[in-house]
């Protein structure tokens, strides 16, 4: 039997209150989130990171100053273990972070300590973008290649409308329109969809983001059987002055609320509760929602440990092992909005 590593990639988040200024610092430097050439994007990095890093903690304080994302991703991790080992499969799941640990180095060198037949790279972003996605994926094989990984690698590319991704995430917000049919049972709820919000001039150049995100939405509205009026997708965690993509879940929140209507916000490009749910989610739009109105503001959690997204991720690693050689090789773009999405990226050497 093949011995098989799986790798979650994920964005990672700050520890402690000292990790915050560091963990913004990584983030601010990568190129795929400042394009700028060095040292321009470093000096522009520490500026932007000092300068962010009180606001930062100060949310993070909410959580007990620092990110539940590690714990939270270490659940998945061993909630996907024993789906693969109940499928059969000799298989170890490892954890590597894009901006704190664990970083991929150290996660590349424990995979090449367990020593491998083959890996498959599985974001935790179901939305392809260049600036998650592709971005850890770059790092992976950097690091893969300092610890002399010489292993066959196949990526996961997204999963933007996988059956049981939009399971999970129908059954928990048929929970919430439950919840507010039973409080406000004559007028119907507004679902307000929310995701990660991008520059206009990242999503501009090509980045098939935006698009991933309305499959997902789509997909669940199907699943839901919601009418066109019902459901609206807006995004949020705009940072900087740079223009980005529309219209913001505040704005959404705000119309609602003024409107009287019963509010049920679904996150659905987060999988892992973390500050963007617990904090901006939950207590900044909730306050926001309540000061324009709103009688009811029902937030859906994330699919977590959900067991049908479990066994999508399962059954994503299983059709990855399975489509050597038919796909784009690892390293080149998810393919533009317009054409189909491969699911996943190819065999390939990391060297």
Known sequence: M??????????????????????LYNLFSDPAIIRLPQPLRWALARLISHRRAPVARAIYAHLGGGSPLLPNTQAQADALHQALHAAGDDAKVF????????LSDVAAREVAAYGPDEIVLLPL???????????????????????????PTRAVCCYPAE????????ELTRAGLAEAQHRQPAVKPQVIFTAHGL?????????????????TCRALVTALGLEGEDWELGFQ???GPLEWVGPSTDELIVAA???????????VAFVSEHSETLVELDIEYRKLATEHGAGIYIRVPVVGTHPAFIAGLAHSVASA??????????????????????LFLSASKVS
């Open 237 to 239: 965690s705009r940072v």
């Open 125 to 151: 972003y179901p939305q392809y973008s260049t600036t998650t996605t592709e971005s850890s994926i770059a790092a992976w094989e950097k690091a893969a290649s300092a610890a002399g990984l010489r292993v």
């Open 95 to 102: 954890i590597a972070m894009r901006y704190w640990s664990p």
């Open 321 to 342: 092992r399975a489509a050597a050689g038919s796909f784009t090789p690892i390293g080149s773009r998810c393919p533009p909005a317009a054409s189909r999405c491969p």
């Open 2 to 23: 093949s011995k098989l590593a799986v790798v979650l990639l994920n964005l990672g988040g700050p520890d402690s209150q000292e990790a915050v200024e560091p963990f």
């Open 199 to 215: 520059p206009v001039k990242i999503a501009k150049s090509g980045d098939p983001y935006v698009e991933r995100v309305d499959a």
């Open 163 to 170: 059956a049981g991704f939009i399971a999970a995430l129908a």
């Open 257 to 267: 609320a003024e409107a009287k209507r019963p509010i049920l916000l679904v996150p």
